[in-house]
């Protein structure tokens, strides 16, 4: 995951000096444009540069906004266990994800055939989710297959 995080940044940080680059290239194109008589046309032509400007240096704040954010990561929790976790064991991890809304929309049934049947905290994720849109029946199912699981 740490890798991951470190390749991200270095391809943050490259498309930052992209957008810088593009930027400075407006502004030479505005330089330009500004030696030209006053016209309509002129005038257009520099708010288009302006505005590609402003949308590429708003592009670049939100990019190093995140790095930062990812550098501050790095540094309070780069040696925990969880970032020496392969980034492959977590996408495979955000599976359960699409168990959980598989199984609230309805599309996968929460039976003895569900893959998250036995798992207590994915009950207890199911009952909360089914408390808060106050579906009662549901919530007596799952707690009844909670107790089940309990005693097996």
């Known amino acids: 995951m740490k890798e991951h995080l470190r390749q991200l940044l270095n391809e943050m940080k490259d498309k930052v000096l992209d957008n810088l680059t593009l930027v400075k290239e ?6 330009e444009l500004l030696t030209n008589p006053d016209s309509y046309e002129r005038a257009f ?4 540069k302006y505005k590609c400007n402003k949308k ?10 995140v790095q930062h954010k990812i550098v501050n990561l790095l540094s309070k929790y780069g040696t925990s266990d ?5 980034i492959q064991t977590l996408l495979e991890r955000s599976i359960d994800i699409d ?10 049934t929460f039976n003895e055939n569900h893959p998250y049947y036995r798992d207590e905290q994915f009950i207890d994720l199911l009952l909360e989710h089914f408390l808060s849109i106050e579906d009662y029946l549901e919530c007596n199912r799952l707690t009844a297959i909670k107790e089940k699981v309990k005693s097996l």
């Open 45 to 48: 032509n520099i708010q288009i």
């Open 26 to 31: 407006n502004e030479v194109d505005i330089r």
């Open 56 to 65: 590429l240096l708003n592009e670049n704040m939100d990019y190093l906004e």
């Open 82 to 86: 969880f970032m020496k976790t392969p």
């Open 99 to 108: 168990y959980f809304k598989e199984t609230i929309d309805g599309r996968i």
